[in-house]
């Protein structure tokens, strides 16, 4: 096998943000390379949204500097910006349009040429399997579409990296296994940081696991590692986030 | 990229019986005023007759239609307003904008232009009606055309306006309460100024828009609108880009 150079594509350095007095991400640092799929875990209220708002541009971190394959996100947002696909907690989705009229706007929006915006809808919504929905009013479809659909948002413009918070919220297991299924195919090519509060998910998924607990990232390690120590995740995640909050109590 | 989200922002808004509903309504409301307006004209010819230099029918019929559709659309203006940025807001639909490779300038100019592409429909049916009266007599062009180049300014600062109350808050039901205060507010202001010269009557938006209306061009009505329009969008970015680093 040929070890292939991977190309870093994300990187975030020393994070910080505070929500007036509180303290809600500390100290974070982030690394990710072409082709690793990252579980991002962390208990309710760990930090994990606001940390994926900053590496997005949603949120600006009051310190700590943030590269998207080599661009500064914070000194030049558009082109940074370009590169990154990110589904939020609660898909934004415009109800009143049907999915084919979203989609497309997506596409605009991140400077697709008109040209090949035919191909890009059609090949995103073959990946995501909304083959058939693409004349549906997007307020009408279930959850697990209206999720599906949030994901092609995210990926039209081929991002080289996807961050998606929680995507598997709300889903019945068939489509839980599909859009995993999904997720796997992008990690091969791409930069995928995937939050979740589902442990076997990020098992079954991700090359790579971080935990956030309070603001601070209390643990990185890989999936193979952690096998290697034979430690379950299950145990890692609460001997970090649990001990803590008891040793603090008494 | 702009055009882009003008073109979003008329497609929702188009997509909702809302759009169509304040049209219909708009253009019931001034066709009664317009029949109105022609019916005095008709009770009135006689005597115009014998005056030396008679008011025409620009100035009977069209100008208090103009008058009127002003009052209408600032009516009008924070019910469309208010979904601008406040319902995406509530939607969270705002950060697919935010995360796309735009500017905070590019989404509420986008926004801007798109709700002005509805108000300068809304002038053109105006105008339409008012050039059916080129069927029975001549019209004044010059001051049919100050009239709507007027409407579309006064329309364009209700715009501004509108914007920038909608982006302080995420409850469209509030921003649309607060850009109708502020209009309002500075509709009117010129009723409490007492002297003609007043300051305050300078910041009145109907003492401007009346020039327009009488077929005046001035150019402190034109900087004042200007200026109106560029503050409060830029309000606007400055308050989408602040809230990126304190929300």
Redesign the interface.
Known sequence: MIEQISPITISARGLCRNFGAHAAVREINLELKRGEVLGFLGPNGAGKTTTM?ML?????PNAGSIEICGIDLLDQ??????H?G?L?E????????TVD?YLR??A????IANASIRSALDETKQRCGLNDTGKRLIGSLSKGYQQRVGIA?AIIHNPDVVILDEPTVGLDPNQMREIRALIRELGAERSVILSTHILPEVESVCDRVQIMHRGRMVFNDTIAGLKQNTASLEQVFTQLTQDEQQTEKS | MIFTIAQKELKTLFASPLAWTLLALMQLVLAWIFLGRLDAFMEMQPQLVQIANPPGITEIIVAPVFGMAAVVLLMVTPLLSMRLIAEERRNHTMTFLISAPISMADIVLGKFFGLMTFFVIAAVLVVAMSLSLLAGGALDFGLLLSNAAGLLLVTACFASMGLYISCLTAHPAIAAAGALGALLGLWILDIGAGAADSITRNFSLLKHFENFNRGLFDTFDLAYFALFIVSFLLLAIRRLDGERLSG
């Not at chain 1, 609660?90 to 349009?97: F, G, H, M, N």
């Not at chain 1, 605009?108 to 400077?111: D, W």
């Open positions: 708002r997005t541009g949603n949120l600006a947002p558009r082109d940074a910006k370009a990154i990110y939020p609660t898909p934004p989705l415009y109800r009143e349009l009229e706007l997506a605009r929006l991140h400077r948002q």
